[in-house]
């Protein structure tokens, strides 16, 4: 074939600058949030104050503290789980399920009228991408609202309760850092639809979006007391899942605290559903679409900086083509873009805490200790705040600690496998099963090695990808009962 | 197939242009089984997945002084383009006068790349532009249906090239590629840039237009965009503009991978051309945003990218000065041509 000419374009020729097409910042205005100095606790349809000691939620991109928020002690979690039973008996259990409708509808559409702020909000205090908590996250909440506002008058047509499905009373409701708000819509919307009342607590660490939520509680006209929102660290939780007269415990965190929660739920008659941890098999077959499950891979485990309970943490990659795989990957790696969450061309933020940070270190450091490769992209990090390159590690077999146990950040540890059968294997074997996922152009395989895989999720040619119709929750360690769907239902009705 | 592809990340390599790669694809192209079998080897397109990536790459926020960059870039690489029935030389030499001054208040506003015509325009257009710089393209090979005997295609690129044309777009024949007569495409684009030669001088450079959508699946035009490059075409390039859908962004997000994946293998840069349906300076530059996060900064150049427009120029126009200014100005302030 004869040689090609440089074709030349005679246009003027400006020098193209060093740096190439440099995306100037492009950041989303704060001064959409009104962020208080302080907040108490929202217990009975007011703001109150905390009898514990008052703490201080930071900005974990650049360790600004944000407010103080009050501290529920024990006194403060029995008014608020009062508050919710006094709700519970007098108005919401009464209610038709039609009118308890119109309220979550009306919440959902408050929501997307106030989207930006969340967003800005959310992006602020927990420190993921605007552009996620824009596109994934507040979005995602408003759906789940109004796909359980749905519900609320057909729970008969459900199939559960018998055909007279009944709410359980007051729900006592723990959620993680990592989906503010989104954890609290898969919490909060069927248990409000199904008839139930709630005292939630979000993370200490993330507490402003829940905080803005009971505003919009009160905007709502939802009636007092049926949605209390308590703030506080682990012993407040612990008050308020042991407390006796909640008849509903859903929890969604790290594995550990699940099980002591199981433990004090244990011998009553609480009903339980516990959503926790994993380290999903991201499975990449050598017919894979290659392209999209690189990109797959990236939002497997880079999406909300991997803190992720379904994270695709194990990439599991046939043999012959990891070699390309992984060049790929690392090639897409270098166009992340790390830094401030609320610039719209951020890729990944910032790492929620100094805490976190340091678990993903101290783990990372145990994968170079037990021997496997440790790469990341050139990336410069802020000075200040909670940071940590998207980073993957080769060579790395089921024995290493960090193929088995989950980092919650954005580490990826690269398996690979030659047979389907070894791929199926080397998946389920975890003490987890959240999630998983395939990737094959062969549509059978992709129902045979789904039906394998012991794990809650299994998706297909994506990953991470959530939709209030679909049921979510986990096999083993990662937790029981569903969240999503007509299956969430099941966890607020008898 | 998979075995072609280097694995080393090489985004930012230098372009090593053309030479001396000793690359050959002659094994896959002696026949038509064995240029299938390479075809429909290559790794496949998952639609929805192809989709949700150039949709999150269009969500890039493009301000301020990167707009700016991107604005002029996108100008220079228009292909400034009349491709109707009722074009006439005077309507040819208006459109090669805005080519060469898009806006004629203000100097330091650069030219486009070049301007398109039918075979016959071709010579008044480069009347026109003289010694500008702007290139004159030609769509020929009976376009845009490409419905033509070979020996006629090759008369009227040689007729194109003849007249005085720098750049030739070509349209495949649709018909053979979606019967899979892939080496029937193969040779009749070899054979176009064949004629693309000019016995004094350089050689026309090629354009392969594949008409994507008529092609329909990600999968053809992935296969389409091997085939082309194989065959030795400079450019890939999605429509002719007169078939819906024309350029997409899903669409050239995954020419813009072949023709990376195709540097890594043999390490021959080829260009793209989106053309058809791009209007607004917020299309262009989601474009160039793909380019630069999927292709490489070195694809960011209009030797390398183009985009088949008319309109679009106007709005990049409108955007420039509002940007030098401040101020968006009426479309009166504009000339249309």
């Not at chain 1, 929102?229 to 699940?258: C, M, N, Q, Y």
């Not at chain 1, 940590?388 to 980092?407: D, K, L, N």
């Not at chain 2, 004629?195 to 001088?201: E, I, M, S, T």
Request: aromatic content about 8%.
């Amino acid at each position: 074939m004869a040689e090609k000419n440089v074709v030349s374009t005679g246009s003027t020729g400006e020098a193209r600058p060093a740096n190439g097409f440099d995306y100037a910042p492009a950041p989303e205005s704060r001064s959409i949030v009104d962020i208080k100095a302080s907040y108490g606790l929202f217990v009975n349809g007011e703001f109150v104050d905390g009898g514990g000691k008052a703490f201080k939620t930071i900005n974990p991109a650049t360790e600004e503290v944000l407010a103080e928020v009050a501290e529920a002690d024990a006194a403060d979690v029995d008014a608020a789980v009062k508050a919710a039973r006094r709700a519970y008996d007098r108005v919401w259990s009464k209610l038709s399920g039609r009118e308890r409708a119109k309220y979550l509808y009306r919440i959902a559409r408050i929501i997307q009228e106030r989207s930006r702020e969340l967003a800005v909000l959310e992006s602020i205090d927990n420190g993921k991408p605007i552009k996620e908590s824009r596109d994934v996250d507040v979005p995602i909440v408003a759906a789940h609202f109004f796909y359980y506002a749905g519900w609320a008058d057909k729970l008969e047509y459900s199939g559960y309760g018998g055909g007279n499905p009944q709410p359980l009373g007051v729900a006592g409701q723990v959620i993680p850092w990592n989906f503010p708000l989104l954890m609290l819509a898969w919490k909060i919307a069927p248990a409000l639809a199904c008839g139930n009342t709630v005292v939630l607590k979000p993370a200490e660490t993330t507490p402003l979006t829940a905080l803005l939520f009971a505003e919009i509680c009160q905007q709502a006209d939802l009636p007092a007391g049926v949605v209390n929102i308590i703030t506080g660290a682990g012993e407040t939780g612990r008050a308020l899942v042991s407390h006796p007269d909640v008849d509903k415990v859903a929890f969604t965190g790290s594995t550990e605290v699940g099980k002591a929660i199981a433990r004090a739920v244990a011998g009553t008659n609480k009903k339980l559903t516990l959503e926790l941890g994993g380290k999903a098999a991201n499975i990449v077959f050598d017919d894979a679409p290659i392209d999209q499950a690189v990109e797959g891979i990236v939002d497997g485990i880079f999406f909300n900086q991997g803190h992720v309970c379904c994270a695709g943490s194990r990439l599991l990659v046939q043999e012959s083509i990891a070699e390309e795989l992984l060049g790929r990957l690392k090639r897409r790696m270098s166009t992340l873009r790390v830094g401030d969450p609320l610039d719209k061309n951020t890729d990944i933020g910032a790492i929620n805490s100094a805490e976190q940070l340091e678990r993903i270190r101290e783990l990372s450091a145990v994968g170079d200790a037990e021997g496997a490769e440790r790469w990341s992209p050139p990336c410069e990090l802020p000075q200040h705040g909670f940071w940590f390159p998207p980073t993957i590690f080769t060579g790395v077999s089921q024995a290493h600690r960090i193929a088995r146990e989950e980092i919650f950040g954005p580490v990826l540890s690269v398996l690979t496998f030659r047979t389907p059968a070894e791929a199926v294997e080397k998946a389920n074997n975890t003490p987890y099963g959240l999630s998983a996922g395939v990737w094959t152009d062969k549509g059978s395989r992709i129902l045979k090695i789904a039906n394998e895989l012991r794990a809650g999720v299994v998706w297909a040619n994506t990953f991470n990808k959530f939709d209030p119709t679909s049921p979510f929750g986990g096999y083993k360690e990662s937790g029981h009962g569903r969240e999503g769907g007509r299956h969430g239902l099941e966890g607020y009705l008898r | 197939m998979l075995g072609l592809m280097a694995s080393s990340p090489t985004t930012d390599a230098p372009p090593t242009g053309a030479r001396g790669q000793g690359w050959d694809y002659s094994d896959v192209t002696r026949s038509e089984a064995t240029l299938r079998r390479f075809l429909h080897g290559l790794p496949g397109v998952d639609q929805v997945g192809a989709d949700a990536r150039a949709a999150a790459l269009g969500t890039r926020s493009i301000k301020t002084t990167a707009k700016a960059f991107a604005i002029d870039l996108a100008i220079r690489m228009v292909d400034l383009t009349t491709l109707e029935g009722a074009d006439t030389a005077g309507k040819v030499r208006a459109l090669a006068s805005k080519a060469m001054r898009p806006d004629p208040s203000d100097p330091t506003c650069p030219a486009t790349a070049a301007v398109c015509v039918y075979p016959d325009m071709v010579a008044t257009a480069r009347r026109t532009l003289g010694t500008s710089g702007v290139h004159v393209a030609a769509v020929a090979t009976a376009f845009p249906s490409g419905r033509a005997a070979l020996d006629i295609k090759l008369a009227d690129t040689r007729d194109a090239v003849e007249a005085g044309a720098d750049e030739i777009d070509m349209v495949i024949d649709r018909g053979a590629f979606l019967s899979g007569r892939y080496l029937q495409v193969f040779e009749e684009i070899v054979a176009v840039r064949e004629a693309c030669a000019r016995p004094n001088g350089p050689s026309a450079h090629l354009k392969v237009i594949f008409e994507t959508g008529e092609l329909q699946t990600y999968d053809n035009v992935r296969r389409a965009s091997w085939l082309a490059m194989m065959a030795g075409g400079h450019f890939i390039k999605t429509s002719t503009g007169k078939v819906q859908p024309a350029a997409t962004l899903p669409v050239t997000m995954i020419m813009l991978e072949a023709v990376r994946d195709f540097r890594e293998a043999t390490g021959q840069m080829v260009g793209v051309k989106p053309a058809g349906g791009i209007r607004t300076s917020k299309d262009a530059i989601k474009y160039l945003v793909i380019v630069n996060e999927v292709a490489g900064t070195d694809w960011l150049d209009p030797d390398w990218f183009r985009f088949g427009a008319s309109t679009l120029l106007n709005d990049l126009l409108m955007q420039r000065t509002k940007m030098r200014t401040g101020r968006y100005s009426g479309p009166d302030y504009f000339t249309l041509d």
